[in-house]
């Protein structure tokens, strides 16, 4: 079986084409307790716009809701579920990061699961996506100046599908929060010096042309709980040509957003082939969705909506846009709890 020919039952698992709404049932919860896995670092931490949220609708659940670093000892069996949710040091500190998934690989209560987390934390997945057939924004890969040089050669060259403005974006693979991004014209020797900083820093060099409606419209990230659609918001631009920041910091601004029947779509075929990814390197069962992601998505020249990233471990869900949001990941969550105790 290939991941591109099995594909998930999605109908057991999402309401249909629209974001869920309304009440949902949080009657049942007993002793629960849940772990949500972040980082002891607070200059990170203070960044965690869902946390308010979160913590009124555990409690509400009546759910013992906990934060833990992955850097401190914990009792992570005690747990009913343990959900990774901000460890957002995880670019400075790979290799230790990346050594605590394999410590608590064994948890069947991890979610989402530890190999799938490895995967994801590296955005070299979206070739792996691309090939199995996710409209994805082109991307080139360098591990050398060489490569870097042919990547942006070839951009310059020519018109590269996607929506290309004679720009380029530069990143490494590894990162969150825009760090070492930067937007440049694809002449621009910056693009070639942030190249060579993160290979100096031992990171492999993602490159893909500046897509031209992210700069006009910002991108869509759509979010799904338990492989539903719950609810997806805007992202404005942030990135500057040549390499700063819109405003001079780094400042999402995010609005609530209604996603075309197109957005959804594409957002269902990520989290097929996704899911189809997990179940065939045996991450996941055949039948069980991802506890959450977040795919994010912009319009190309062409009008497909491509993604432009699939976070499956550490995104923000941007609660306060959705005032049913909150509920809807405890009713997740406690779905997921359950069934897991229910296989122990």
Not at 49 to 68: G, K
Not at 106 to 111: E, G, I
Not at 219 to 235: L, M, N, P, Q, T
Request: glycine share 6%.
């Amino acid at each position: 079986m290939t991941p591109c020919s099995h594909r998930r039952r999605v109908g057991a698992h999402r309401l249909g084409d629209r974001p869920v709404t309304g009440a949902v049932d949080l009657s049942y919860a007993g002793s629960m307790r849940v772990a949500f896995v972040t980082t002891d670092d607070p200059s990170v931490t203070d960044e965690d716009v869902d946390r308010p949220a979160h913590e009124r609708a555990f409690a509400a659940a009546d759910i013992d809701l906990e934060y833990r670093s992955w850097t401190m000892a914990a009792d992570w069996d005690a747990y009913d579920l343990v959900v990774i949710r901000s460890p957002w040091d995880y670019p400075e500190r790979t290799v230790d990061f990346l050594a605590w998934l394999r410590s608590v690989e064994h948890l069947p209560t991890l979610m989402n699961p530890a190999p799938l987390i490895s995967w994801n934390l590296d955005k070299r997945y979206l070739a792996e996506l691309d090939h199995a057939g996710v409209p994805t924004v082109p991307t080139g890969f360098a591990d050398s100046l060489r490569r870097v040089d042919a990547l942006l050669g070839a951009q310059a060259d020519r018109s590269r599908p996607g929506g290309s403005s004679g720009e380029v974006v530069v990143k490494p693979t590894i990162s969150a929060g825009s760090r070492n991004t930067g937007r440049f014209a694809v002449d621009d020797p910056a693009a070639r010096a942030l190249a060579e900083l993160i290979l100096g820093a031992g990171g492999t060099v993602m490159i893909q042309p500046a897509i031209a409606s992210v700069a006009e419209r910002g991108e869509v990230g759509v979010i799904v709980f338990d492989g539903e659609i719950s609810h997806a918001i805007v992202k404005a631009p942030i990135l500057d040509v040549g390499g700063t920041l819109l405003g001079g910091s780094y400042r999402e601004a995010i609005t609530a957003a209604d996603p075309t029947p197109a957005q959804r779509e594409a957002t269902m075929a990520a989290v097929d082939v996704v899911a189809s990814i997990a179940a065939h390197k045996r991450w996941l069962s055949d039948d069980e969705p991802l506890l959450y992601g977040r795919y994010d998505l912009v319009s190309l020249n062409d009008g497909t909506e491509a993604l432009l990233e699939a976070e499956l471990f550490e995104p923000s869900f941007f609660l306060d846009t959705d005032p049913d949001s909150p509920a809807r990941f405890v009713e997740a969550v406690r779905r997921r709890a359950i069934a897991v105790a229910e296989r122990r």
